[in-house]
């Protein structure tokens, strides 16, 4: 029966929509501000000696909550738009970023690394620095749930002047059993002894679990770790860095990353394009396998999730997409993401959600998306991963959703008999710094049953109900304009929660994904092989084929278990 089929899709969808808050009366800034209008050009570190009669700024940044020293991100901008940064500022080249051309990190061959509009640095909770008389832009944020501040200073030729910035929470999702995560960073961590400079970028950016990847592909790896496993893990109170791996990484068949692992699988000649050996080893080894950017099919096929169906269950996956934000169309909600991750749960996956910013693909920085997990308690990292795996999570940009369906978590799934009414509800905190105002949404397998939207920027929590009178097996999801959480599973008897409308073409093109790989004989292309390898592929394909064959019967049987049941309906 298809209650076999257990399938756990954890999908990464890059969402940037955060404002900014205010400090001393000044106006608020907005994320445009923060994180895209920086100007173009390099932004060079001036020496002190060249500045003549230079004026000093201190700035100690304060949690709110503990009256004591915090990590936070910070911009500093002069008139012209250029980025000031402290001596004090962490040091970012380890995570294939650059604050000027000198300082870039030269690590193979040239990606997009080194953003120079990045525009912004991480302190330990103090800085000090001599700047030329001027106008200045003073922005501090610490991750989603703290207020931001923001201000504008005027210094004088040799005056001293300090600020004591304090960063107030409007929301402690931790108190409430909440942890927030980024799955997918990449940092050169060949020794220890970068864990403390990158543990501070953590903190600034309030991001409790950091899953740093060595990245991979047919030829060589990435971002090295000097250890995987609890021998690789660095923890400060409640944030910790886990060691992991991104791979195998192929533009046709799709990216993963490996989780928690207690050891590298890389091994480009055994089993580069057989990602179920990878699934295998990852599990074996208690790690979570994920399948990356599962919402761009515009530059990932992702067949390896069609090839991973025979197997009985198709495991985590992660998506990067820009859900909110379009440079074309402006700020507004882009559904069309949404749209991919929804066909696997209407096949009658289940998919559960994770998020990560693929640091430093991602312009905008670590943990601009990011996942949130319930544990119910203390902070307890392995209980973290089991309940990812488990699908008690939402994602977050900003809103956070605490929604349950018969008061069950996300990630659950309930038994009702035909006909029995069921309640869904969720209480949505909205960060009062978000630029434009939510709009909160209860979906029944992909379709709006309910919405309710922002009144303004003082309604900060929104609360939205329903009652469902349930006649088959059914997915539900609540989405907002900044958040959206995994599925709760709603299980008639033994059928599963495919979508009946959808099914039929949605296993077409399944079929039509397995026929495309049946016939590529070649990865091709030349962007392809600088990460690919034409000979390993060709050596591999035969097994290729065969698991083709397999998710084929799978895809057949399926079909006909599909048509049984609408037979007897």
């Not at 399948?291 to 090839?307: A, G, R, S």
Request: proline share 4%; charged share 25%; with cysteine.
């Amino acid at each position: 029966m298809m209650a076999k089929l257990k399938v756990g899709i954890y999908l990464v969808f890059v969402v940037m929509a955060v404002g900014f808050g205010t400090g001393s009366g000044v106006s608020a800034y907005t994320i445009e501000q923060w994180d895209l209008a920086v100007g173009s050009g390099e932004r060079e570190v001036l020496p002190v000696k060249q500045i003549e009669n230079a004026a000093t700024l201190a700035v100690e940044i304060i949690d709110g909550g503990t009256n004591e020293p915090t990590a936070a991100m910070v911009r500093l901008l002069d008139e012209t738009g250029r980025l000031w940064i402290p001596e004090q500022a962490v040091a970012i080249t380890q995570g294939g970023r650059k604050y000027d051309v000198e300082q870039g990190q030269k690590w193979g061959y040239q990606y997009r690394v080194g953003y120079t509009s990045w525009g912004k640095f991480a302190v330990k909770g103090r800085f000090k620095i001599k700047l030329p008389a001027g106008v200045y832009s003073l922005l501090v944020r610490k991750g989603r749930e703290y207020r931001g501040y923001a201000e504008e200073i005027t210094l004088k030729e040799n005056q001293a002047e300090s600020r004591r910035v304090v960063l107030d929470r409007w929301l402690n999702m931790p108190k409430l059993g909440w942890y927030s995560g980024d799955d997918h960073l990449h940092y050169r961590r060949s020794s220890p002894a970068v864990n403390d400079q990158l543990m501070t970028w953590v903190q600034a950016e309030d991001i409790h679990v950091a899953n740093i990847l060595q990245m991979d592909n047919a030829k060589r790896t990435y971002f090295p770790q000097y250890a995987f496993g609890k021998a690789g893990r660095y923890q400060r109170g409640n944030f910790i860095l886990v060691p992991g791996e991104e791979g195998s990484r192929s533009k046709f068949l799709g990216h993963m990353s490996l989780l928690n692992i207690q050891s590298s699988i890389w091994d480009p000649q055994k089993n580069y394009y057989l990602y179920d050996d990878i699934i295998n080893e990852t599990e074996r080894q208690g790690g979570l396998p994920e399948f990356d950017h599962v919402n761009t099919p515009e530059w990932f096929k992702n067949i390896m999730i069609t090839l991973s169906a025979y197997r009985g269950k198709v495991t985590t996956s992660q998506v990067t997409h820009k859900l909110v934000y379009g440079k074309k169309s402006g700020w507004k909600p882009r559904n069309e993401g949404w749209k991919n991750y929804y066909k696997w749960l209407d096949l009658g996956y289940r998919l559960n959600l994770s998020s990560g910013s693929d640091s430093p693909w991602a312009t905008l920085g670590m943990g601009y998306t990011r996942v949130y997990v319930y544990t119910g308690g203390p902070f307890d990292v392995d209980k973290w991963f089991k309940n990812l795996q488990r699908g008690r999570s939402f994602i977050s940009q900003g809103d956070f959703p605490l929604f349950t369906v018969n008061g069950q978590l996300p990630g659950s799934e309930i038994s009702v008999k035909p006909g029995e009414k069921i309640h869904i509800e969720a209480d949505v905190y909205v960060s009062p710094d978000n630029r434009q105002l939510t709009t909160v949404e209860l979906l029944v397998e992909g379709k709006v049953i309910k919405q309710i939207k922002q009144a303004d920027k003082d309604v900060t929590k929104i609360h939205i109900s329903d009652d469902l009178t349930v006649k088959r097996s059914i997915w539900i999801v609540c989405r907002s304009t900044y958040s959206h959480t995994s599925p709760v599973y709603i299980r008639v008897g033994d059928e599963p929660w495919w979508n009946v409308e959808t099914f039929s073409r949605l296993l077409a093109d399944e079929y039509k994904r397995l026929d495309e790989l049946d016939n590529r004989k070649r990865i091709g292309g030349n962007k392809n092989l600088k990460f690919e390898d034409e000979s390993i592929y060709k050596k591999q394909r035969p097994e290729l084929l065969r698991r083709a064959k397999r998710a084929r019967k799978f895809y057949n049987e399926l079909e006909a278990k599909f048509k049984a049941a609408r037979g007897r309906d």
